[in-house]
């Protein structure tokens, strides 16, 4: 059984083209974990005239991993290193399972690591 993790990427003043740059930048680092995929978000049918590839979400990605709390975590840790790596410049990620969501920033570890653990504990519970 799979998983789908929403991770969308966000940056203070970054237009729809910034952000796809991020999120395409993300997705090769996720493409290095055990996901079975990394694709576009794509919101809603193209309307006449355009491409589907126009209606994609910017800066969202669907990533698509076993059910299992391992498997999750590996993605989200792939997130948060590269978050860090992208320092205090405003950057931040939203990921969300079903009803549960988690948004990272440049903030302190020790507040990352409670909540990314309150994530992990809650993707780990069966559907009510």
Known sequence: MTQSIVVAVDESGADAERLEE???????????TDAED???LVEGEAPPGTRALDVAAAGALVVTVASTVGSIASVVEVVRRWLTRAGGDGRTVEMTIGANHLKLSGGPREEQARLIEAFLQAAGQPPV
């Open 22 to 32: 991020l999120s395409l930048q993300l997705r090769e680092e996720l493409l290095g």
């Open 38 to 40: 990394v694709a576009r």
